[in-house]
Every structure is written in C-alpha cells, then in structure tokens.
C-alpha cells in the first residue's frame, strides 16, 4: 500500500469505480476545494482525489468531510441504492 498524498501518514487505498457525493455538497455550500481540505485537514490534493473517486479516505477523514459538509458518511460515499438494485436484478438474470 502506498503513502497518502498527505505527510499524516494515513494509508491511501484506491475507490476507482466509486462515485461519492462530496463534490456536489461541497457544491450546494459554496465551499472551494481549499476550503475544505483546510476544515478536514488535507491538502487540497486529497479533496481533489475524494471527489474524483481515486482515494478512498479513512473512517476519521470521511467523518471530518462529513461534518464540515453536514451530511453523513453514508450519505457521502455510501452505495447507490438504485444502482446497487440494478447490479441485484443483472445478477438474477443470468441465472
């Protein structure tokens, strides 16, 4: 595993293929990406790799993106429920 793109020495772990909603809550706030790497403690670089879905953070990291965005964290990077009943009935299908 490689180091995170922050000197805290937090284990990067990848989320490719995982959409999360932080950008567009971020968004609705008005809130720059700057902005909210200072509230949870980041760089911007790591708000930037969240968003993007290419870094998933650690339990204390999605929690303090959570909060400064006043959401859940399983709001933010739970699993979308329609996409998650799609994937059940493809998977009924080829049985």
């Known amino acids: 595993m490689s180091s995170s793109p922050d000197s805290g ?3 990067r772990t990848s989320a490719k293929g995982r959409s999360n909603g932080v950008r567009a809550a971020r968004a ?9 790497a200072a ?8 708000v930037v790799a969240v ?3 290419d870094y998933a953070p ?4 999605a929690l303090a993106i959570a909060a400064r ?6 709001e933010l990077f739970g699993q979308d429920e329609a996409k998650v009943a799609a994937g059940a009935a ?6």
Do not use: F, M
């Open 28 to 36: 609705v706030l008005g809130l720059t990406q700057a902005d909210l």
């Open 90 to 95: 493809a998977a009924e299908e080829q049985r």
């Open 69 to 74: 965005l006043g959401r859940t964290v399983e």
């Open 51 to 53: 968003e993007a879905g």
């Open 58 to 61: 650690s339990v204390y990291l």
């Open 39 to 46: 509230a949870a403690g980041v760089t911007r670089q790591t």
């Open 9 to 11: 020495g937090v284990g």
